[in-house]
């Protein structure tokens, strides 16, 4: 394979000031699209004022970048008293925190706990893991917390 083969490739990361304007809309159109804005791609192409064909020949090729220093994705354990209201209060507490809660997977309880397994995003940079961390040990309800991974 060629050098240039191998750079066709290539994944790069562009500042979109210097991008041609299709590329920004098509990136605002697949957002509108994703998020349930609009209810098709036409309605998407013709809400941003491109044409659909602009829209097919760019659309998998172009991805937004998210910075990672930014958006952080971790996975908290925690072990719960089998009670009302539990992981009510731990959900609004991650939301105080500023985290984004991903996914929520809690297990049948048995002898009165449930395990939870939470992945939440987080993005404020005042949301430290240590705070985290004490926040859910010192909530109502709460057996045990564990922050089991993050990237």
Do not use: H, W
């Not at 659909?52 to 760019?58: E, M, N, P």
């Not at 958006?71 to 009670?83: C, G, N, P, Q, W």
């Not at 991903?102 to 009165?112: A, C, E, K, M």
């Amino acid at each position: 394979m060629s050098d240039i083969q191998n750079e066709s490739e290539q994944l790069v990361v562009v500042n979109a000031k210097v991008l041609p304007d299709i590329i920004l809309k098509v990136l605002s159109a697949k957002k509108m699209k994703a998020r349930g804005d609009v209810k098709s791609s036409s309605d998407a192409c013709r809400a941003v004022g491109i044409s659909r064909s602009a829209y097919y020949k760019y659309k998998d090729c172009v991805f937004g970048y998210e910075e990672k220093m930014q958006s952080k994705i971790l996975s908290l354990y925690l072990v719960l008293k089998d009670e009302k209201g539990v992981l009510s209060g731990i959900i609004s507490s991650l939301y105080e925190l500023g985290l984004n809660i991903l996914t929520v997977n809690q297990n049948i309880p048995v002898d009165s706990v449930a395990s939870v397994t939470i992945s939440v995003k987080m993005d404020r940079a005042d949301a430290t893991l240590t705070n985290i961390k004490e926040t859910l040990l010192n909530m109502y309800g709460v057996v045990d917390a564990k922050i089991i991974s993050g990237e």
